[in-house]
């Protein structure tokens, strides 16, 4: 046992049959009867005899973004830094913002996933802020893809916190990094679902901004059918990534990180609307269809470029030997035009365009050079410099006196404090 003052961090029972972690489940929950891929799936289970329960002393991070007084510490007691009815179970991830903790309460009938996070970003009361509002928003939100957040604080120590879903089932980079890339039909049924979310959260006033695989979760339904679970609404952005990716700041104050997903007006840090989470998701469809990015480069700032100025090309012209459907890749392509009139105006209308795909019919697409009477490959389709207007390019395609300004700033690294 742990000193006093101390709460002990549970670690998760293993199967002494097959050594895999126990999902832990509350009795008379339905979430028994989830497969749950690399835990045990035995039909009895019988639980390996663990180690002494950890109390707390799991190693702080030291690292140069954080001051170490800002850090949270996992050998304080979890509960004076959240607060109290949570019992925590292991400490599933951690990065340079904090750590992420697998925990359960009275209060919801569901496994959570707790994110505790440094005080040192946050010290920015202009941040933090935005990341209230935007929790507020995505805590309201409610739709059977959405993953839930139930709760967003800020403890009396001051660690931001976030209460959400914990996601059992693997992400779609997981399936990507496994797989390659996705049937057709299978693509199609994800691809829905994910519409079906953003179609939602739009309807709420609420923006994703980072849309990507690894936001998107597989759980398994009925027949083996993939169920989908879009993670991070409204907040992907805002928290500062975990990862090393995120080293820039865009003007509005923005965590800019890799851009292979990032639309145009997002690479310049202009206003948002829906139209720039269905760029991103023509971005991951794309992928998702080819397990290549439309746009690539071991250079962050040469990918935030393509995005800008480079049309994508069209996946039927290259990639000829996975025989995508045209009309898939018209849709792919409207998502991607450059120019957010040029694409669906709202997720519902890609998500009915991606219905008549799935149910055999002609889709409905903006009228545009990829529109109805487009039969061939795009004139832009093999990754031609195109002209944009209203995202920083002038109607002759050369750059106006503010393009090379806003770049430079989405690329300035933020000041020291």
Avoid: W
Wanted: with cysteine.
């Amino acid at each position: 046992m742990g000193t006093d003052g101390e709460k002990p961090i549970v670690l998760r029972e293993t199967c002494e049959l097959c050594s895999k972690p126990i999902f832990p489940i509350k009795p008379g929950s339905t979430n028994s009867l989830v497969h749950r891929p690399g835990f045990c799936n035995c039909a009895v289970k019988t639980v390996k005899p663990s180690p002494a329960t950890l109390t707390g002393t799991l190693p702080d991070l030291a690292l140069p973004e954080v001051k170490p007084s800002q850090h949270f510490n996992p050998t304080v007691q979890l509960a004076d830094v959240v607060e109290s009815g949570y019992r925590f179970f292991d400490r599933i991830g951690k990065g340079t913002m904090g750590y992420v903790y697998q925990a359960e309460t009275d209060n919801i009938d569901a496994l959570l996933a707790i994110k505790i996070f440094h005080r040192g970003p946050f010290t920015n009361k202009r941040t933090l802020k935005r990341l209230e509002q935007e929790a507020t928003l995505a805590i309201g939100a409610s739709h059977p893809h959405l993953a839930s957040v139930y709760k967003f604080g800020v403890s009396a120590k001051n660690y931001p916190f976030i209460v959400m879903d914990f996601m059992a089932g693997p992400s779609l980079a997981d399936i990507l990094a496994h797989e390659g890339f996705l049937d057709v039909p299978r693509a199609l049924d994800i691809f829905i679902q994910i519409s079906e979310a953003l179609e939602y959260a739009h309807g709420e006033k609420l923006l994703h901004r980072g849309i990507k695989p690894s936001k998107i979760y597989l759980l398994k339904a009925a027949e083996n059918r993939d169920f989908v679970k879009v993670s991070d609404f409204g907040i992907a952005k805002i928290l500062p990534n975990p990862g090393r990716e995120t080293k820039y700041m865009t003007p509005q104050g923005e965590e800019f990180g890799n851009p292979s997903y990032m639309s145009p007006e997002q690479c310049l840090g202009t206003r948002l609307d829906a139209r720039s989470d269905l760029y991103s998701f023509g971005c991951l469809m794309y992928q998702c269809l080819t397990g290549k990015l439309p746009h690539t480069s071991s250079n962050p700032m040469r990918i935030a470029f393509k995005q800008i100025s480079e049309e994508a090309r069209s996946m039927v012209e290259r990639f000829l030997d996975l025989d995508i459907p045209p009309d898939i890749d018209r849709i792919v392509l409207t998502c991607l035009q450059k120019n957010p009139d040029d694409r669906f105006e709202t997720a519902k209308q890609l998500r009915l365009a991606l219905e008549a795909v799935r149910d055999g019919k002609r889709p409905k697409l903006p009228n545009t050079g990829i529109g109805a009477g487009f039969s061939g490959i795009t004139s832009g389709g093999s990754g031609k410099q195109i002209k944009i207007t209203g995202i920083g390019l002038s109607k002759d395609g050369s750059k106006d006196s503010n393009f090379i300004d806003n770049v430079l700033k989405i690329f300035k690294k933020p000041k020291e404090k």
